[in-house]
């Protein structure tokens, strides 16, 4: 008998090593193989890390980009050629918490001065010109992901953690990964391919669930719907991320970080970011909690550019406004609530231009916001720049009332300055201008690197007569996209999107879907 049970103990134990040893092997496959496909991922260092924002809380801040290569079957959507230009691009915003999301959509047309970048794996870079323009979509041909950050950056003074670019392969198989999204049209569409442009998109009136090729067909086509822009494009991205966003909190993806490695591991061949892997792990599962309700997306705030009616540039005061809440986890103030909407809407196109225009860091700021920096940390020199009465000296004593160092006053070289004008000397001074900016109703930014560091040089021009009211306080980021009319991810149709904010929309298609 203690022989019977001596040779059962020895099979237990080595049926236990031999399930044990299939388990392990099981496992390492699955890792080998996930890992396999992880060192795919191009992880790209921080080349241009001199000159960063602060940062003012834990917050995560991601540079989302969508890269236009056409490589492989996807060549054809969206037109035969490609500029390797970053035509989505959007800045995700993470509360500290991780309780709420907001994800910014930067036009791809808006022109911005340009930043100097480095050179990127055989991309030539750029050299700073702040008085020439570019579209911010062609960042990222001049210099990677890197120069997209260093323009994003500089022009919104959000600190952004990481940037990720994934192509059109790669989103075509993470919206596969996910099982696909549910969207909703209110008529048929037929988007046929042409040399031009086009998506080959067919859809009949109504819900469906789209895979990945149709999910990427989607996120394209911009052709015969609404106004045919890029603006309202970004509208039915916007949608259909509520969706994702729906369809993945509903799955129970970010509780398994298994299923995330495996979604990961198929799209690596097609991403390029900072972050490690780990990282990229960890920022899924912490929003395993998150509400559709506390995700939002909003378009920047923008204005068509009047020298070219096909690009834009940020509406001030009301971008500042928006990026500083961001920046800093709030919501606006009432002095600068937003409005939503656009005075042009402008025909969407492709390219970089440069100009001799100032551009959108040269615009009006908002009176009434929360402070970028204390007052105290800013030494000011105060010129008088027009043809009439010298306001200097009242300035001075205004700027000292509110805690600035004013360090000198003067007059400035010539007397033709019509617009107050705020002058810094290199971007380690950009948050400093910033604050002194937002004292003035009007006042343009301007980087001349001339002047001496450290010291922000305002030349008062012929329209100014009185400082903005000061600073006021600020609460939680939720609502801004109410602010900014965005939606969130609770949202369940925007026709809007598919008919345009200024079209005719027929009554009987009012969120029909």
């Known amino acids: 008998m203690k022989r019977m049970r001596s040779t059962r103990g020895k099979v237990l134990r080595w049926t236990s090593v031999a399930l044990a040893a299939v388990l392990v092997a099981g496992v390492l496959t699955v890792y080998l193989d996930v890992r396999f496909k992880l060192d795919k991922v191009d992880h790209i ?60 959509s930067i036009p791809r047309d808006t022109v911005v001065p340009y930043y100097a970048c480095s050179p990127w794996q055989g991309l030539p870079g750029q050299t700073a010109n702040p008085n020439a323009l570019e579209r911010i979509n062609g960042t990222l041909a001049a210099g990677g992901p890197e120069c997209v950050r260093e323009t994003v950056e500089q022009q919104t ?48 009136a109504g819900r469906h669930h789209i895979w ?14 609404a106004n045919g822009s890029d603006i309202e494009r970004i509208a039915r991205d916007q949608y259909m991320l509520a969706q994702i966003v729906k369809g993945v909190l509903h799955s129970g993806l970010l509780h398994s970080p298994l299923k995330l490695y495996r979604v990961l591991s198929d799209v690596a ?25 506390n995700v939002q997306f909003i378009t920047a705030p923008w204005v068509t550019y009047q020298p070219d009616p096909n690009e834009v540039q940020f509406e001030q005061p009301q971008a500042d406004a928006l990026f500083w809440a961001i920046a800093h986890d709030t919501k606006l103030p009432k002095t ?16 970089a231009k440069p100009s001799t225009s100032p551009g959108p860091g040269a615009s009006p700021a908002a009176g009434g916001q929360p402070l970028t920096v204390a007052p105290s940390a800013v030494n000011v020199m105060l010129l008088d720049g027009s043809a009439g009465t010298n306001l200097t000296s009242t300035v001075k004593t205004e700027l000292t009332s509110r805690g600035f160092t004013v360090v000198g006053t003067g007059y400035a070289a010539t007397t033709s300055y019509t617009d107050t004008v705020i002058q810094y000397a290199s971007p380690a001074d950009l948050a400093a201008a910033r604050t002194v900016r937002q004292q ?33 306080t600020s609460q939680a980021i939720k609502g801004l996209s109410s602010s900014f009319g965005g939606i969130t991810a609770n949202v369940k149709c925007r026709n809007s999107a598919f008919y345009g904010y200024y079209d005719n929309m027929p009554a009987s298609h009012s969120c029909a879907c």
Request: with cysteine.
């Open 212 to 225: 990945g090729r149709q999910a990427l067909q989607f996120w394209r086509t911009r052709e015969n719907i």
């Open 157 to 204: 003074g959000v600190y952004i953690n990481d940037v990720l670019e994934l192509d059109f392969t790669g989103f075509e198989q993470a919206i596969n990964d996910i099982g696909g999204v549910n969207v909703c049209v209110p008529f048929a569409i037929n988007n046929a391919i042409t040399a031009a442009g086009g998506t080959g998109l067919v859809l009949t």
């Open 269 to 293: 061949g097609n991403l390029t970011t900072d972050a490690s892997d780990s990282d990229l792990l960890h920022i899924a599962t912490s929003l395993g909690g998150i509400s559709t309700g």
């Open 336 to 351: 600068a609530r937003a409005r939503h909407g656009v005075n042009v809407t402008p025909v969407a196109s492709t390219g």
């Open 45 to 104: 260092a921080r080349i241009d890390a001199a000159h960063r924002p602060p940062r003012y809380n834990d917050a995560l801040n991601l540079l989302l980009i969508g890269s236009d290569n056409r490589h492989g079957h996807n060549g054809v959507i969206g037109g035969r050629y490609g500029c390797n230009c970053s035509d989505t691009l959007m800045l995700a915003h993470i509360s500290p918490g991780r309780h709420m999301v907001t994800v910014v």
């Open 440 to 472: 003035f109703d009007s006042a343009m930014l301007q980087l001349d690197s001339a002047l001496q560091p450290g010291t922000i040089q305002v030349i008062l021009g012929s329209s100014f007569t009185k400082l903005a009211k000061p600073a006021s």
